[in-house]
């Protein structure tokens, strides 16, 4: 039994293929080298204590009880109710994350993921990276009710650069890619993202032509960014993320602002970019090769927060 742990899960990036998950479509998406960081510590008793640093949220119960939902811990709630027959005594568990909340860089499946990931170690459950990932999807869709794909909770299981497939059989493809010069940039404005995705929901299951076609786009934008990616071909990609942004220009997912970050960074000399997410703010993402600095430096001037990442594998 372990007495204590300390884990470090990264947040992701999408590279190609936002939103199409929604339909079960392959996705390909990267970890990122930025952290949140969970401490384990097991306790003597049946007392069960969550705290998150960053918001102050503090809650106690005791083993076999029903934690509250109506919290920003909740992804742990639904996840403990679901593991709670295999939990045997107390314990502490604390957060901390580097990875900025409500920017589209997906703390929240970080938040599920890292949760199994310690639980399935102090606990000796053996759950592998598929299962900690579809639970976590479950927790977050199902039992939370938020209108998510797979995306999110595969690529942060696993880490690297991942082709997904993400419908009812999901997949993941562990890409062999060691460097990708991506800058994000965050825009900066709140972010809308529940109401586009119901809205572009709504139109899908009303087969609006539009929609649909637009995301047929996207996903073969997905075939063909795998394929780059492999060879290398980064003009390539970079044309395959400008398709993308096109698309989502279609869907009404953009923003003026995400617009301008995006015109920016190909004016800096980014061979392309595009928004990440359901759209209406949060992140945009462009590939720059040999003018990462340069890139990231525009989007500030124009009003944005740069980041340059690294991609992040369990296994370096």
């Known amino acids: 039994m372990k007495k204590e742990l300390f884990l470090k899960i990264p947040g992701r990036i999408c590279i190609i293929g936002d939103k199409v998950d929604l339909l079960g479509k392959p996705v390909i998406a990267m970890a990122i080298n930025l952290m949140m960081k969970f401490y384990y ?35 742990w709630s639904v996840l403990y109710e679901r ?21 589209g860089l997906s703390t929240s499946a970080a938040l599920s993921v ?35 794909g797979r995306m999110d909770q595969y690529s942060i299981a696993h880490g690297g650069i991942t082709f997904i497939h993400t419908d009812e059989n999901p997949k993941v493809e562990q890409l062999e890619v060691n460097y990708l010069p991506i800058v994000v940039g965050d825009s900066m404005e709140d972010r809308k993202a529940a109401s586009v995705l119901n809205r572009i929901k709504k139109k899908i299951k009303e087969k609006d032509v539009k929609t649909l076609e637009a995301f047929k786009v996207i996903e073969e934008c997905v075939y063909q960014g795998k ?32 617009l301008k970050l995006c015109l920016a960074s190909r004016s800096a000399g980014a061979l392309g970019a595009k928004q990440m997410g359901a759209g209406g703010g949060g992140c ?18 124009a009003g944005g927060r740069a980041w340059i990442f690294d991609i992040f594998s369990y296994n370096s």
Do not use: W
């Open 83 to 103: 593991l709670k027959n295999k939990i045997t005594h107390g314990f502490y568990l604390e957060v901390e994350s580097d990875i900025p909340i409500g920017v």
């Open 114 to 148: 890292g949760f199994l990931k310690i639980m399935s170690e102090a606990f000796s459950l053996n759950l592998s990276n598929i299962e900690i990932a579809e639970l976590a999807y479950l927790g977050e869709n199902n039992d939370l009710g938020i209108q998510c």
């Open 227 to 258: 394929v780059a990616l492999l060879t290398k071909d980064f003009k390539k990609l970079g044309e395959l993320m400008n398709m993308q942004q096109k698309q989502e220009i279609i869907l009404d997912a953009a923003t003026d602002k995400i």
């Open 41 to 75: 510590k097991s306790r003597s008793d049946d007392a069960i204590e969550f705290y998150s640093r960053d918001t102050n949220e503090r809650i106690k119960f005791n083993l076999q009880d029903s934690p509250p939902r109506d919290i920003d811990l909740a992804y």
């Open 284 to 301: 945009m993402l462009a590939i720059a090769p040999g003018k990462e600095k340069e890139v990231a430096r525009a989007i500030e001037d």
